[in-house]
């Protein structure tokens, strides 16, 4: 099996202003490139909290930690 190409995916800060998105940095866009825009809150420390607290919660709380407990 062969990989003709890789993709790499880069993220690109920007804001909304007068209904147009305008990047925070300097990229060069080829006409047609494909974007995937994500809508962030405002409040972006709870955004973040709030995504990693699955996978927070999966590697804090779990009964295979409880051993430990009984060590201390």
């Known amino acids: 099996m062969t990989i003709d190409k890789i993709y790499i995916l880069k993220t690109l800060w920007a804001t909304v202003r007068q209904g147009k ?7 060069e866009l080829p006409e047609g490139t494909t974007v995937l825009v994500t809508l962030l ?3 972006e ?3 973040w909290l709030q995504a990693t607290q699955t996978s927070l919660s999966s ?3 779990n009964a295979e930690d409880d051993v ?3 060590l201390l």
């Open 21 to 27: 998105i305008q990047l925070l940095e300097s990229a």
């Open 41 to 43: 809150p405002d409040d």
């Open 45 to 47: 420390a709870e955004f």
């Open 59 to 61: 590697v804090w709380d």
């Open 68 to 70: 430990y407990a009984q």
